[in-house]
């Protein structure tokens, strides 16, 4: 395969993982020196089911709604052979009424700006000049969002802190790429820490079609609070033993040699003290360069 044929590839296989870009993911393909990639992404969530700790049913107020919709702006850029940079950035709002039995405080239509996730992304093994998987690290800062907190439809946990993660990515023949990561979350404010895994894989179909299939999960750490049990109450929502299992499917178009148009739509299909969500995503991607 020559580094040609990469350049189609990985960006529509990047773009096609890109979304809903709520579970923070980094690449092992990095862009050129000075070249780079921003995509806006509208992600739309709807839930009328609930994990309370591990039992899921109807959402309070007897399966009213839940549902989310944010507006997210990702971009990378390229420092180096081997060093990138990223960063994810974007607005929610949310709608939830709660009836007068519910055991959380009413509230609907929250809005405000997501919490800020930039990090730098070191590659140190690229799968074009060498035997094996391309292998990367990844380190990035978290800077809470602009939301209230202490609701069932709070945009966010409220905390700052950090990430860490492993990157590994492979070329399958021609057409075909897989991808994972496997981090570390920490953050302050009594926010559980977490571990997090996402699998991809991706198939191009003639010359401007990617297709994948992905999977994330996130762990939070078990001492944290399971709603209905003690000590558990609305204020303390951050404080949740929140584990999520996500299924997504995404088709991604190539518009033209540098934008591409990316549909996704998953379903969580497990998790513990959160929202039984369905996700549909669109987004849009272009790569740039500044050489």
Known sequence: MTHKRFVPLAALLAAAVAAPPAFSEGSPWLPAPGAGTISVSYVSQEATEFYRAAVK??????GHELGQETLWVNGTYGISDSLALDFRVGAAESSFMAGPSAPFPPKENLS????VNAGLVWRFRDEVVSSGPSLALRAAAI????????????LGDGGDGGEVSLLIGKYVGERGALSAELGYRY?????????????????????????????????????????????FSPSRFPELQEDIELVIGTVSIGLTETTNL??????????????????LSLSIGFSFDTY
Do not use: K
């Open 57 to 62: 049913g109807p959402t309070p107020a007897g």
């Open 112 to 115: 405000g700006l997501q919490d």
């Open 143 to 154: 800077v809470g969002g602009s939301y209230t907190t202490g609701y069932i439809s709070s």
């Open 187 to 231: 953050r302050n404010s009594n926010i559980p820490a977490d571990t997090f895994l996402n699998l991809s894989a991706g198939v191009l179909v003639g010359d401007r079609v990617g297709l994948n299939l992905g999977y994330r999960m996130t762990d939070a750490e078990s001492s944290g609070l399971d709603i209905g049990v003690r000590p």
């Open 262 to 279: 990316g549909i996704s739509y998953g379903s969580v299909v497990g998790g513990r003290n959160t929202a039984v969500s369905d996700v």
